[in-house]
């Protein structure tokens, strides 16, 4: 008997219907937690730098993100926060050379920085691009360019990570930035917002059949 139906990747993973009703029933869920409503507060109230330590902290933030759990970026944020401003090597603090490097780079040329980024005129796209062209490391990844340009509000964009990939992948999206981008026109909330919401539901198990562990290590700059 010939098969007429391909056999699912992985049976495991039920199929997510992700429309906007199901959304804010996520939204509703997420916010009922201390730190699901912190996140969602923070993300939804995301602005422009006022001042080059602003940027250059939120960029810092980025930078701790890569490759470590939310928690322990967080939890790492204030030490190199302190060692900055006391004029420290923030290697002492946050022993890890590559990343205090690019943390110190980026601290001392913070004034250039801020000039260029109130310079920069353009949209999602060129705003993304322009942070993935600048010269520091981790910075200018082609995930982490999509979190500098969201957290410092230059975009209105999501973090495509592996957790968003699998996300969409599961509810039968073509990429991240289009789920969000239609929850976010059907919800009234901005794309990064639905971006940390999604992210948080499917970290703590509001969204059943993913976590953390089956998508690798990732994390999240909420903070």
Same mark, same amino acid.
């Given at each position: 008997m010939k098969k007429t139906q391909k056999k699912a990747e992985n049976p495991n993973l039920p199929a997510l219907?992700?429309?906007?009703?199901?959304?804010?029933?996520?939204?509703?869920?997420v916010t009922a937690t201390p730190v699901g409503?912190?996140?969602?507060?923070?993300?939804?109230?995301?602005?422009?730098?006022?001042?080059?330590?602003?940027?250059?902290?939120?960029?810092v933030q980025v930078v701790l993100a890569s490759g470590y759990s939310a928690?322990?970026?967080?939890a790492a944020f204030p030490n190199v926060k302190r060692a900055l401003h006391a004029g420290k090597s923030v290697a002492l603090a946050f022993p890890h050379p590559h990343?205090?490097? #690019?943390? @110190?780079?980026?601290?001392?040329?913070?004034? =250039?920085?801020? %000039?260029?980024?109130?310079?920069? +005129?353009? &949209?999602?796209?060129?705003?993304?691009?322009?942070?993935?062209?600048?010269?520091?490391?981790?910075i200018r990844g082609p995930v982490l360019r999509y979190q500098a340009a969201r957290d410092t509000a230059a975009a209105d964009v999501a973090k495509p990570d592996r957790l968003m990939?699998?996300?969409?992948?599961? #509810?039968? @999206?073509?990429?991240?930035?289009?789920?969000? =981008?239609?929850? %976010?026109?059907?919800?009234?909330? +901005?794309? &990064?917002?639905?971006d940390v919401v999604l992210w948080h539901a499917a970290s703590?198990?509001?969204?059943?059949?993913?976590?953390?562990?089956?998508?690798?290590?990732?994390?999240?700059?909420c903070a």
């Amino acid at each position: 008997m010939k098969k007429t139906q391909k056999k699912a990747e992985n049976p495991n993973l039920p199929a997510l219907v992700l429309d906007k009703h199901e959304y804010l029933r996520i939204r509703k869920a997420v916010t009922a937690t201390p730190v699901g409503h912190d996140r969602f507060e923070w993300a939804r109230s995301l602005r422009r730098p006022d001042n080059a330590d602003d940027l250059a902290l939120t960029l810092v933030q980025v930078v701790l993100a890569s490759g470590y759990s939310a928690d322990r970026a967080e939890a790492a944020f204030p030490n190199v926060k302190r060692a900055l401003h006391a004029g420290k090597s923030v290697a002492l603090a946050f022993p890890h050379p590559h990343k205090a490097a #690019a943390i @110190e780079q980026l601290w001392r040329n913070r004034e =250039r920085l801020f %000039a260029d980024f109130q310079a920069f +005129r353009g &949209g999602d796209p060129e705003a993304v691009a322009w942070f993935g062209h600048l010269p520091v490391a981790y910075i200018r990844g082609p995930v982490l360019r999509y979190q500098a340009a969201r957290d410092t509000a230059a975009a209105d964009v999501a973090k495509p990570d592996r957790l968003m990939t699998r996300i969409a992948k599961l #509810a039968g @999206e073509s990429d991240v930035q289009a789920m969000c =981008r239609r929850l %976010a026109k059907a919800s009234g909330d +901005r794309v &990064g917002t639905v971006d940390v919401v999604l992210w948080h539901a499917a970290s703590v198990g509001i969204i059943p059949g993913i976590s953390r562990r089956a998508s690798g290590r990732m994390a999240r700059n909420c903070a």
